[in-house]
Each structure stands twice: as C-alpha cells, then as structure tokens.
C-alpha cells in the first residue's frame, strides 16, 4: 500500500508544479500578446508562412511569459500585500525565487532564440526592447505614479507591431498605425483596472491612476477622451489600405459602444456617487473585449 501511494503521488506532485509555471506566465495573457504578435505578422505579410507564424507566436509566448515571471520576482513582497495577487505562486512559497529566475531566464533566451531564427534582427531588438521596460522599468515605476501606465503601454504595444516587422523587416507607417491603436487602448484598460483594485493598489503603494491617483472627475475624463481617439485611430487601417471597409465599419461600431461605456462612470463622478465601481467594471471588461473583436475584424477582412 505504502509503494502505491509513494508512485500515485509522483503524477500528482508533477501536476501540482506544472500548474505553478503556467500560473506564472499567465496563460491568458501571455497567449494573447501571442496572438497579437500574429496578428501583426498576418497583415503585414506579402508572403505568408506558417513556419515563421508559429515560430513567431512561440517566441512571443516565451518572451511575454518571462517578462511576466520577472514582474512577479521583482513584486513577490507587493504581491503578499493585496488580495488580487496573495495567492500568487512566489507569495505563498509554492516555487522559490531561484527556481523562477532560472524559468524565466531559459523562456526568455529561447524565445529570443526563436524569433532570431525566424525573423530578423529588429524583431529580435524591438522583443527585447519589450522585456527590458516591461520587466525591469514598468515594474518598479508602478510605484513611482502614473507616468507607469505611458511605459507599460509601449511593451504593450510592440506585439503587434514586432508581428509586423517580422513580416516587412521595417517599421513602417502602417506599422505605428497599428501600434498605436494598441497603444492608446491600453490607457482606458489600465486605469479601469486601477479604479477597480484602487484600494488593494494602495497597499503596495502602486500609483496609476492620473490626476493625482484619484477616482475623480478628471480621472474619468481622461478616461473617456482616450477611449474617444480610439474611435478615429481604428479607421486609420482602413485608410492606408492595410484593412478594408469592412472592418473599419465594424470597429467603428465596436468603438462607438466602448467610449459610450464610460458615460456612466463621467455620471456618476459628475453627481459625487461614492460607489464607482461597477461603472469601472463595465469600462474594464469592454476593454477586454474590445481588443480582441477588432483585431479579429482586422484579420478576417484581409483574409
């Protein structure tokens, strides 16, 4: 019985740690920055290969799920502060913070490994470029106040635009079209997700919201009047004929409906409403899915 317990605690165990590493980059998101290295790669293609796209979505896995894992290295003391992030595998011990350095460090170099293969050589400088700010800038300016937000929002940025310069080999007009409606998104996506978790924020001493860090008038406004350039930017693919009309009709739409969903959050920080937070909850899961349907619309009107 003892030998039976001993061998079915081996699968068990292994399960356990494989559920650790993929909590530490963040599958979702590390598969959406992924995606949208794919997605940019897609437009930007004259010629498309499925050997460079898979090797460039593993690469950009890779790299985005290191720069992750350092986030959490660098914040292991912040994380053990706020109730979003307590459970977070390096604050309650479940890995140590040699064993994720090392994790980090192997994902990384393959992931730059495999985009050099790949790609060229601006794709591999602009990646790392992404991991450098993403990692070791943004994280420790969180602290700092919301000039955090305009740093993050640029490795936050790049995925589609790396996309495309693995296609092109250039940074190109088009290419800073489509970085910069990425860019611009994550403004409202940041600071509804800081309204959202203000109070847990407050315990590491994370300052991202603008304004001051208040939930007040002006920090709405900026939120709406970001969520408004959204509208015109997603045009713009269309006008230099990197999309066609189809999908500029629909992120139009798509737009339109993001921007009229922080008309309640300006409401009720007009009329001094104290519980703002379910207004914020609506602007952050627009942006959630906002991102998504217009870069799909995007695809599917140049396939």
């Given at each position: 019985m003892a030998v039976t317990n001993t061998y079915s605690a081996i699968p068990a165990a292994a399960g356990s740690t494989v559920r650790v590493y993929l909590e530490l980059v963040k599958m979702r998101l590390s598969l959406?920055?992924?995606?949208?290295?794919?997605?940019?790669?897609?437009?930007?293609?004259?010629n498309f290969s499925w050997p460079v796209f898979a090797l460039l979505f593993l690469g950009g896995f890779l790299v985005s799920?290191?720069?992750?894992?350092?986030?959490?290295?660098?914040?292991?003391?912040?994380d053990k502060l706020m109730k979003r992030t307590e459970n977070r595998p390096l604050p309650t011990n479940r890995i140590g913070v040699k064993e994720?350095?090392?994790?980090?460090?192997?994902m990384g170099l393959l992931g730059f490994a495999l985009l050099a293969v790949a790609?060229?050589?601006?794709?591999?400088?602009?990646?790392?470029?992404s991991f450098v700010l993403y990692s070791f800038v943004y994280t420790p300016l969180k602290r700092v106040g919301p000039v955090a937000v305009f740093v993050g929002a640029i490795p936050g940025a790049l995925p589609p635009l790396l996309?495309?310069?693995?296609?092109?080999?250039?940074?190109?007009?088009?290419?800073?079209?489509?970085?910069a409606l990425q860019f611009i998104w994550q403004f409202p996506h940041f600071w509804a997700i800081a309204w959202v978790a203000d109070d847990d924020y407050k315990k590491a001493g994370f300052k991202l919201l603008?304004?001051?860090?208040?939930?007040?008038?002006?920090?709405?406004?900026?939120?709406?009047?970001?969520?408004?350039?959204?509208?015109p930017l997603g045009i713009l693919p269309a006008k230099f004929g990197?999309?066609?009309i189809n999908s500029a009709?629909?992120?139009?739409?798509?737009?339109?409906?993001?921007?009229?969903?922080?008309?309640?959050?300006?409401?009720?920080?007009?009329?001094?409403?104290?519980?703002?937070?379910?207004?914020?909850?609506?602007i952050m899961f627009g942006s959630f899915l906002y991102l998504p349907i217009v870069q799909i619309a995007f695809l599917l009107d140049k396939l």
């Open positions: 959406l920055v992924a995606f949208s290295s794919g997605f940019g790669y897609t437009l930007g293609a004259a799920g290191a720069s992750i894992t350092f986030n959490q290295i660098l914040e292991k003391d912040l994720a350095r090392r994790f980090a460090l192997v790609t060229n050589w601006l794709t591999v400088v602009l990646s790392v470029l996309g495309w310069v693995a296609a092109t080999g250039a940074i190109s007009l088009e290419a800073l079209v489509i970085f603008p304004s001051g860090g208040g939930k007040n008038l002006h920090t709405a406004f900026q939120i709406m009047i970001y969520t408004l350039v959204l509208i990197i999309t066609g009709l629909v992120v139009t739409v798509v737009g339109v409906l993001f921007f009229a969903q922080t008309f309640y959050l300006m409401k009720q920080t007009l009329t001094g409403e104290t519980n703002t937070r379910k207004a914020a909850l609506s």
